[in-house]
Every structure is written in structure tokens, then in C-alpha cells.
């Protein structure tokens, strides 16, 4: 099976669960490890407010706030030498002399 699941078959497993099927059962017959239904199961858990963790929104959100930080960060460190280059370059106000 693929490595990652459409959130509808997701969504059929945690069904049957909530059924009353066991894991074994629900393994056995769509061919998906017992580690990765009790996954779902802990996430749907933590997502329905049954258990305490991070939401699946809220780690979505999170992983979208880094990456925007992590481009952030570059185009700061980018600016900043960009900023030093033309110091270099560009004499201070007042100073009729070229920097060297």
C-alpha cells in the first residue's frame, strides 16, 4: 500500500473502529499495519478532543508557520548583506572621500 493514505480511506478504517472492530480485524482485512491504524486512531483521538495533543490543523499550521519563517529568515539574511555590501561601497553623508 501507498505511504500515505487518502484522508477518505482514513476516514473508513477509524469508521470501522468506531464500529466496534478491533485493530486486528480492520488490518487483516485492508491490508494496513496495525502500527498505522493506532495512529490514526491516537490523531482522531487528539482531534476530537478525547485525548490532549497537537491537532492535526493546528500541526498543519505549525509546519506552514516554520517554512514561512525559514524564508523569512533568508531573505533577512540576504538584506542584511546586501545592506553590508553597499556600506562598503557608499560613503557616509557628509564624507566627500570613497570608503575603501
Not at 519563517?69 to 553590508?84: G, V, Y
Amino acid at each position: 500500500m501507498p505511504s500515505s493514505y487518502p484522508p477518505e480511506y482514513r476516514r473508513r478504517v477509524l469508521d470501522l473502529l468506531e464500529a466496534g472492530k478491533t485493530v486486528a480485524e480492520v488490518a487483516a482485512g485492508l491490508e494496513v499495519t496495525a502500527q498505522t491504524i493506532y495512529n490514526w486512531w491516537n490523531q482522531h483521538l487528539i482531534d476530537t478532543g478525547r485525548k490532549p495533543g497537537v491537532t492535526t490543523i493546528e500541526s498543519t499550521e505549525l509546519v506552514a508557520a516554520r517554512r514561512r519563517i525559514a524564508e523569512l529568515e533568508t531573505e533577512l539574511a540576504a538584506t542584511r548583506r546586501a545592506n553590508e555590501l553597499l556600506k562598503s561601497v557608499v560613503s557616509p553623508k557628509g564624507d566627500t572621500r570613497p570608503s575603501r
